[in-house]
């Protein structure tokens, strides 16, 4: 609107018109005055009294440099890598570390605090404020401690000890909440899962797998015939309703918690698969977060092998031979990364890209086997100890971008 009073106003546009000479066209016929008017207020407000526009017009030569190179492929943006230090960026003294095949001595909770076993020593790293402490010592002739797991909500502490006794322990005053039965037919318990808040599954040496309920008298409420020697290895499938178990007979074993069961036998399960491939013991065993029925497990000392299963119908959908032994194995939460820990020759973290399995990185920082792995619940971060009596700390899984909380009714156009 402010253009058009650059010309006058409505009483100036008509005395224009009635006073201009008509203008020729190029065919001969004369233009009206009201024509010339708009042609001359057009010029003036949109074309800028520039009498071509979209013109065939001979440019000047443009310098070489700006000339478009439409003979060279547009190359892609390259996607930068991922950094990973080399370096471990925390190393703890880890007195007491034992040096045997089977046990799972390491843990990292829910809310954020990492458990370690000793010895007959159970210590919590606290990860926020970088601290140590003590939980509990087993009393002389108890231990030494075979294995430890956290609750999925942290607030106990499962810890089994060298004389058969599985214990829930506070952390907050390292109080026992429950303990079982000493039974001298029992065996000590060399695996540990938790199904839920109140069923811990538990793996012993003479190969038994035990569902226990605490909440109940008979504590044991579920048993997994399958292995033939001690079950160093147990994990449940993010839904909760299959279980892996890996143990010193070489056997692999998955199980179905909602098939049936038979009539004879009301509390006894019936694997689901038998895996038989693997030539050395089974402890490296974890699901995959990102793709549901996919499990990796690794072989020990014997068998250097990386297999991947699909637990659906139990074939193999790939092996890679690793080099050497694989002690533990643990799956990023959030991408299709793995990462594995290995003994001799060179006592390793391999950081594996799935499903390509190409090495991402190899981190050196143990000189003896490193036995276990534990991920921090906040992404990022691994926790390795090994038999050279010490806890390391490595960078090395992407850190997850916090999400923005979504706003209210935000999936809804209308609200109603």
């Not at 226990?212 to 994990?235: A, E, M, P, Q």
């Not at 143990?366 to 534990?374: G, I, K, P």
Request: proline share 5%; charged share 20%; glycine share 6%.
């Amino acid at each position: 609107m402010a253009s058009s009073r650059s010309v006058g106003d409505g009483h100036g546009l008509r005395r224009f018109a009635l006073t201009t000479p008509s203008r020729a066209r190029r065919d001969g016929s004369i233009q009206s005055p009201s024509s010339v008017a708009y042609q001359k207020l057009l010029d003036e407000c949109i074309l800028k009294n520039r009498t071509r526009i979209l013109a065939f017009k001979s440019a000047p030569d443009a310098p070489a440099s700006m000339l478009p190179q439409f003979d060279e492929p547009i190359r892609p943006q390259k996607k930068q890598q991922r950094q990973i230090s080399k370096e471990p960026e925390r190393v703890l003294d880890a007195h007491g570390m034992l040096d045997e095949d089977g046990l799972n001595l390491l843990d990292w909770g829910s809310k954020n605090v990492l458990a370690i076993a000793l010895g007959d020593k159970v210590c919590l790293w606290d990860d926020a404020n970088k601290s140590t402490k003590v939980l509990l010592e087993a009393v002389e002739g108890s231990g030494p401690i075979t294995s430890i797991s956290w609750s999925p909500d942290s607030t106990v502490l499962a810890v089994a000890l060298g004389n058969s006794v599985l214990a829930l322990v506070d952390p907050a005053t390292g109080q026992d909440v429950n303990v079982t039965e000493d039974d001298e037919n029992l065996t000590p318990v060399l695996s540990l899962a938790w199904r839920s808040n109140s069923i811990l599954t538990a793996g012993r040496s003479n190969g038994t797998v035990v569902d226990y309920d605490f909440r109940k008298d008979d504590t044991s409420i579920c048993f997994y015939n399958g292995h033939r020697r001690g079950v160093c290895s147990l994990k449940w499938s993010d839904n909760r309703r299959y279980l892996a178990s890996g143990g010193h007979d070489k056997l692999v074993h998955i199980w179905d918690a909602c098939m049936p069961v038979s009539h004879r036998h009301p509390r006894r399960h019936q694997w689901l698969h038998r895996i038989s491939s693997h030539t050395s013991i089974v402890k490296a065993l974890d699901w995959c977060p990102t793709r549901s029925n996919l499990l990796a497990s690794g072989g020990g000392r014997h068998d250097h092998c990386i297999k991947f299963w699909n637990t659906v119908n139990g074939s193999c959908l790939n092996s890679i031979d690793a080099g050497s032994e694989v002690c533990a194995l643990l799956w990023d939460k959030n991408k299709s990364e793995l990462v594995t820990s290995h003994g001799f020759p060179k006592n390793q973290l391999t950081l594996w890209n799935y499903p390509s399995m190409t090495r991402a990185a190899e981190l050196f920082g143990h000189s003896s086997r490193v036995h276990f792995l534990a991920g921090s619940p906040l992404g990022g971060v691994v926790a390795s100890a090994a038999a050279d009596e010490t806890l390391n700390f490595w960078n090395i899984f992407e850190t997850p971008k916090p999400t923005k909380p979504e706003l209210p009714f935000a999936r809804f156009n209308v609200i109603r």
